[in-house]
């Protein structure tokens, strides 16, 4: 059970080929041709039976073949009798190669896979290669060199055209992965096995779309978490919705929500093919996240230049010697040498001298990766050069990557940078460019890391208060709120608003205008306008009674004349808020298919179309997710001491962001919204005006799915609970989070070799980093694990004492296939036996199980463990032998 369930497909023991009579290839299909030459090119590692259907024997015989895969090549009309033979022999994965199969035929092969328990690739697709198998149950050439790249596409002209490049590149794969449009294995799915695949260090991925958003984040997190991940999208989308509701739907396109969601996951979006190409030299050279100063080492002044202003383009950092290692340096260069900003080594640099400036430059802190530029130059030997970095680079600490300018003078020092894994470009821009791909893994990484909770520590808001506000107005079957109902749900999470009431005739608004003291502003109130000032339905800065008289029946008169189909409520009059040192902005809210709301921040006021000034997150949000939200958009140059104003209140801003993410998590009914102008300066942050879109909830709200509405689920801090401790003391189970990584490990460092032995059935001393990866980011939907985490006083050398947390035991479950049943696994720490925490974390983790709809919680035990085999029947599990396996016993118990 600790195999992944695509093993059988990805990684399978024995194939039966189900494409014809291999004699008669005249009478097979195109695929079948092409799949069996690409069988044979090679000596698979596991077993492969070539079958006819139309000549192997009866229904008795076919039972007595089997295997875990099925490769299938058939005309369209003998594909579901083939499924079934496929089920017949046990197969529990398929791959149909045919191509031009409709749609419906598609649904129905898709079907039978479920109904007999069988994954399937395809049908309209290319198949896949495992090198490392020897394996080519592909249609797409070939098989690639073996190495640690993983390609999964959603194009087979692409996928081709990659595997040309990829070999006059030196650049081998662990596995190539064609899915066609009508695949069951989505790409979800095949990014679930290979984050888990031993074999594969990064993946590169090309995709034309997505229909599950949360089963996507899902996948694409845990695998960016394991492993770096780039992913090149076509069909991007640009923004502009004509009929939308708010200037967040009119001004934000889908293609930059897919950049928001790429980035919340880790991975890196690159822009085209070459950079697609780019990218996976860079990982196949197994280069790790780093930071974002790349040195320049040049024997050309031009060439460096550019790749400086490249570097300052897409917001790099010019890495420079620190003084100390440029001292150290310069005597050992030629007089044409400059170390200011670039490693200028000048046109008469020897390959000693790039030896001595690259190892300089990778030994130097402030350095995060080199660039090497060769120019071809009267005397110079390029391929030695090169030779010079091929030795290098075997101990060299960070990224190296080479641009060797020229044509065909320069092939042989391609050659020997490609035989050693530097990637090599032709351009100083795309170098430049495929570090900061690099660079932008490590930022994003960072963003992976968090999981808000869907409420932060801030004062708790009113959301009954909000629902009955939304409640009411959908009772009215009306979608857009009102400017006093839209205000009305921002300050029940406590969003400073101004103070707004509503005149309903001219007499009534000079007497509200004096209550609040001039100068104020005036509205017009009414459902059925969605940009006041497209119908002149603003006016500002109304000093006096008389003033608001007339602006009031002037406003209502021309509002009536230009939208003659509106319902006015009245006019709202608010007291101006003081802007003269004060910055506009715009927060907003969109909803996104397939990624659901999105956050999004950026310049405000009346030309906020024009400025189009936007940056967006995905929610929840915490503190580090808004301020880099904050950072990302233009105007926060503008934040700072700027023209003599002081600094903006920064952590006012993040408030309201943050109260935003409570927005948006608790109250699924919202579609668009925006908080435009939100006026900010040194005192803090008001909300002047404000419109939200509304709409039925998606599904009726429980405690299992009311954070469906988001494509990435908030830590669900619910299930944290504090329990008395056997012997004295007490405990608290919550949750993991990916900042529990260190406490995991120091608790499995402590374990007996008994109980790792137990629970991981090897001789592991520690968790290999993927793999504490793995346990401690989680996809809160499918899987949970909790911790039992006591809290211990330590002393420290000065006198003085301290408290720290400690994990002391761990219980997880991680839904299976069948969506219906879960495996659990469970440890407790040795000095903690006997104290009840193993009971404890197992009916909670029963208890979050059942919550989430499962009907089935099953694990493995190993039949010489008898504390866990005495716990399990103490809980009521059902005890029995595991078939596959003597050695373990399968444990059982409904939920």
Not at 241 to 250: D, R
Request: proline letters at 6%; aromatic letters at 6%; glycine letters at 8%.
């Amino acid at each position: 059970m600790d195999k992944h369930y695509l093993n059988p497909l990805f990684s399978p023991d024995t194939i039966v080929v189900l494409a014809g009579n291999p004699s008669d290839q005249a009478g097979q299909t195109a695929q079948a041709r092409l799949l069996q030459d690409a069988l044979r090119a090679q000596r698979f590692k596991g077993t492969l039976v070539f079958l006819d259907t139309h000549t192997t024997g009866t229904l008795a015989d076919l039972a007595q073949t089997t295997a875990d895969l099925a490769l299938i090549a058939l005309p369209a009309q003998e594909l579901a009798a083939a499924l079934e033979v496929a089920a017949r022999i046990k197969c529990k994965a398929a791959v149909i190669l045919s191509s031009g199969i409709a749609a419906e035929q598609a649904a129905e092969l898709g079907r039978i896979a479920r109904r007999e328990n069988i994954h399937l690739l395809g049908p309209n697709c290319q198949g896949f290669q495992r090198p490392l198998l020897a394996l080519n149950a592909s249609t797409a050439g070939p098989l690639a060199a073996p190495g640690s790249l993983a390609l999964v596409s959603q194009s087979g002209a692409l996928t081709a055209s990659i595997l040309d490049w990829a070999g006059n590149n030196a650049v081998g794969f662990s596995a190539v992965i064609s899915l066609g449009p009508n695949t069951c294995v989505d790409i979800a799915q095949v990014l679930d096995f290979l984050a888990n695949d031993p074999k594969t260090h990064s993946i590169v991925v090309y995709l034309e779309g997505i229909v599950n958003a949360r089963r996507f984040m899902s996948a694409l997190r845990m695998a960016a978490n394991a492993k770096p991940v780039v992913v090149l999208k076509s069909g991007r989308k640009p923004a502009g919705n004509a009929a939308a509701l708010t200037h967040s739907g009119a001004i934000v396109g889908s293609d930059e929500v897919f950049d928001a969601a790429l980035r919340r996951a880790g991975a890196v979006r690159v822009r085209s093919f070459v950079e697609l190409f780019s990218a996976a030299m860079c990982l196949a050279s197994r280069y790790r996240p780093v930071g974002r100063r790349l040195a320049i080492v040049t024997n050309g002044g031009g060439p460096g230049v550019l790749a400086a202003d490249w570097v300052n383009e897409i917001l790099l950092h010019l890495g420079r010697l620190s003084p100390e290692s440029a001292a150290a340096l310069r005597p050992q260069l030629g007089p044409q040498a400059s170390l200011r900003d670039l490693i200028d080594l000048g046109e008469d640099a020897s390959p000693a001298q790039f030896r001595l400036a690259i190892e300089a430059a990778g030994q130097d802190g402030a350095i995060d990766g080199v660039l090497a530029i060769y120019s071809p130059k009267t005397g110079g030997n390029a391929a030695e050069v090169a030779q010079v970095m091929a030795e290098v680079k075997t101990h060299f600490p960070k990224p190296l990557l080479s641009c060797w300018m020229g044509g065909e003078s320069m092939e042989t020092a391609r050659q020997i940078l490609n035989q050693a894994l530097i990637p090599t470009f032709r351009t100083p821009e795309a170098a430049v460019g495929a570090f900061g791909n690099i660079a932008s893994f490590y930022q994003n990484q960072q963003l992976l890391q968090q999981t808000p909770p869907p409420l932060t520590l801030l004062a708790k808001p009113d959301i009954e208060g909000a629902r009955l506000v939304i409640e009411s107005v959908l009772a009215e079957r009306r979608q857009v709120l009102t400017e006093m109902e839209s205000k009305t749900l921002l300050s029940a999470f406590h969003i400073p608003v101004t103070k707004t009431m509503l005149a309903r005739n001219a007499t009534e608004a000079m007497m509200i205008a004096t209550q609040l003291g001039y100068p104020v502003a005036l509205k017009i109130d009414s459902p059925d306008v969605s940009h006041k000032s497209d119908v002149l339905g603003v006016a500002l800065n109304i000093m006096n009674a008389l003033g608001v008289r007339d602006t009031y029946n002037d406003m209502v008169q021309r509002v009536g004349s230009l939208a003659p189909q509106a319902r006015i409520n009245g006019v709202t009059i608010q007291k101006m808020a003081p802007t003269r040192r004060a910055r506009e902005l715009y927060i907003g809210l969109v909803t996104d298919q397939p990624f659901g709301p999105v956050i999004a921040f950026g310049a405000g006021g009346t030309m906020i179309e024009l400025i189009n000034d936007r940056a967006m997150e995905l929610p929840p949000l915490n503190q580090f997710l808004a301020r880099r939200l904050i950072e990302r958009a233009r105007v926060a140059e503008t934040l700072g001491a700027w023209r003599g104003a002081p600094a903006a209140n920064l952590d006012a801003l993040e408030q309201i962001l943050l109260r935003v993410s409570e927005m948006v998590c608790e109250l699924p009914q919202l579609r668009e919204m925006d908080i435009n102008p939100v006026i900010i300066d040194e005192n803090g942050a008001v909300a002047v005006d404000a419109r939200i879109v509304i709409d039925n909830a998606p599904h009726a709200l429980s405690a299992a799915n009311q954070y469906n509405h988001l494509s990435i689920l908030p830590y669900p801090a619910r299930y944290e609970q504090n329990w008395p401790l056997r012997g004295g003391g007490e405990y608290t189970v919550r949750p993991i989070h990916p900042d529990d990584a260190q406490m995991l490990q120091a608790m499995v460092q402590d374990l007996s070799p008994e109980s790792r032995y137990f629970r991981f059935v090897s001789g592991l001393t520690e968790l290999p980093s993927n793999m504490l990866a793995r346990f401690t980011l989680i996809d809160y939907d499918r899987e949970m694990a909790l911790v039992a985490v006591v809290r211990e006083r330590r002393s420290a050398e000065d006198g003085s004492f301290s408290d720290s947390e400690r994990i002391v035991g761990v219980a997880r479950y991680i839904t299976n296939p069948d969506q219906s049943s879960c495996e659990f696994a469970l440890v407790v720490a040795d000095k903690f036996a006997g104290k009840g925490l193993g009971s404890r974390l197992m009916l909670s983790i029963m208890d979050v199980a059942r919550e989430k709809g499962l009907a089935e919680i099953e694990g493995l035990v190993l039949s010489n463990n008898p504390g866990m085999l005495k716990l399990m029947k103490h809980l009521g599990f059902s005890i029995k032998p595991y078939a596959d396996d003597p050695d373990f016993r399968l444990v059982t118990h409904p939920l």
